[in-house]
């Protein structure tokens, strides 16, 4: 995974996140994000900022805060 934290990346919110005000989106390279503070903008492009990321039996997660 080529991603580190404070990296900026845009990716579009496909689903609600299971947290309050979390959202799901993948990348081009199919690596799931999960985007707080984008919960209400599903079908929508954003910003995020990455702050980390979870090692997952399915394989990598990033973990990312939108930015406002």
């Given at each position: 995974?080529?991603?580190?934290?404070g990296?900026?990346i845009?990716v579009?919110?496909?689903?609600?996140?299971?947290?309050?005000?979390?959202?799901?989106?993948?990348?081009?390279?199919?690596?799931?994000?999960?985007i707080?503070?984008?919960?209400?903008?599903?079908?929508e492009?954003?910003?995020?900022?990455?702050i980390?990321?979870?090692?997952?039996?399915?394989?990598?997660?990033?973990?990312?805060?939108?930015?406002?």
């Amino acid at each position: 995974m080529g991603y580190s934290p404070g990296d900026e990346i845009e990716v579009v919110v496909d689903r609600e996140g299971l947290g309050p005000d979390q959202g799901i989106g993948h990348l081009p390279d199919d690596t799931m994000v999960v985007i707080v503070g984008a919960g209400a903008k599903v079908g929508e492009s954003v910003r995020a900022t990455v702050i980390g990321f979870e090692q997952m039996r399915l394989g990598a997660s990033l973990l990312a805060n939108a930015k406002k």
